[in-house]
């Protein structure tokens, strides 16, 4: 994978056509797949469940899907998802009554395990399992919805989950999501991002390739 990881989010996809939209972002140079996963208990928002990534699969997608459960509990989903072909397996702490357990699960389950961090949510929880963490997803938006605006204030969380993995020496990515543009990227990489989910940035244009080579423009002038 690429220092530099583009990861369009389905929830902006034509859902009608998912398989063919998925098919062409990958075309145009996408490295992840990521599937916002929403339970309208732990966020006011319902969207996909297991079956879909089983489906993707089955459609022939073979590049890392990733998924993000903002769900609780989170247990069963975890083996759900495992069982339909998740490559990566992220949730927030506060969805799960046994971090440690749930980030063993995933582990066991041949995936890769990631914390998630709303924006007004502390780091601390990574003081006990950074070991056990191979992503971290920073949201620079409240959960629940797509389109919205990013929030600066992720910038500083940013640095300081930079600082956290630097100074472990782990091969942990650090992703964030939401309101991620071509006009904002660049500030998100130098804050130390090396993961982008973008929705309507790459699925609400109309050339998806044009949209992702802007983004890769912008990272590569981040120095």
Do not use: W
Not at 23 to 31: F, Q
Not at 120 to 147: H, Q
Not at 192 to 217: C, M, N, W
Request: net charge negative; aromatic share 6%.
């Amino acid at each position: 994978m690429q220092p530099y990881a583009i990861a369009p989010s389905i929830l902006a996809a034509d859902f009608a056509r998912l398989g063919e939209e998925v098919s062409r972002v990958l075309e145009a140079g996408a490295d992840i797949i990521h599937l916002d996963v929403m339970d309208n208990h732990y966020v006011p928002n319902l969207t996909i469940g297991p079956m879909v990534c089983t489906a993707l699969r089955r459609f022939g997608i073979s590049a890392p899907l990733d998924v993000h459960l903002m769900v609780t509990p989170v247990e069963r989903l975890i083996d759900d998802f495992l069982a339909a072909g998740a490559n990566y397996i992220s949730f927030h702490p506060d969805a799960c009554v046994h971090l440690d357990r749930c980030l063993q699960q995933i582990k066991e389950g041949g995936a890769k395990a990631g914390l998630v961090f709303n924006p007004a949510s502390s780091l601390d929880a990574l003081d006990y399992v950074l070991d056990k963490v191979d992503l971290i997803l920073l949201m620079s938006v409240n959960p629940g919805f797509g389109g919205q605006r990013f929030i600066p204030s992720a910038l500083d969380k940013l640095r300081q989950a930079r600082r956290l993995i630097d100074e472990s020496g782990l091969p942990i990515r650090l992703q964030i999501d939401g309101g991620v543009k071509q006009d904002n990227i660049r500030q998100i990489a130098r804050a130390g991002a090396d993961t982008f989910v973008a929705g309507t940035a790459i699925f609400g244009q109309k050339d998806y390739r044009a949209a992702i080579d802007g983004l890769r423009r912008e990272l590569e002038a981040r120095d």
